[in-house]
């Protein structure tokens, strides 16, 4: 499919290529798993799509990543993400700020 091989070459040139949440309300939330497991199908390593979702995406937008006193933003699940990222569709539990909150 040819999106897949527009994503991959723009990976493959360096570009960077990260998953998003803004798409001005045409498309509903709860899609970011199904976007990096596309990342995957497309060819881009399972740890640099998890990357452009979570640390890699917090890097370029100038915000903290796992250090302290930055804030305790995380997600939790059952299985290990890195050798699935399917596993993203199911948290089991999200924390904001320190607090869970699902």
Do not use: F, Q
């Amino acid at each position: 499919d040819r999106r897949y091989d527009t994503v991959r070459s723009a990976y493959d040139a360096g570009i960077p290529v990260y998953v998003g949440t803004d798409a001005g309300g045409s498309l509903a939330h709860g899609l970011v798993a199904g976007e990096v497991a596309e990342l995957v199908k497309a060819g881009i390593p399972p740890l640099e799509a998890l990357s452009a979702t979570a640390w890699g995406a917090r890097r370029w937008l100038g915000r903290p990543g796992l250090e302290e006193g930055a804030p305790a933003d995380l997600v939790v699940y059952d299985a290990d993400p890195r050798a699935d990222v399917r596993v993203l569709a199911a948290p089991r539990h999200i924390v904001l700020n320190g607090r869970v909150v699902g």
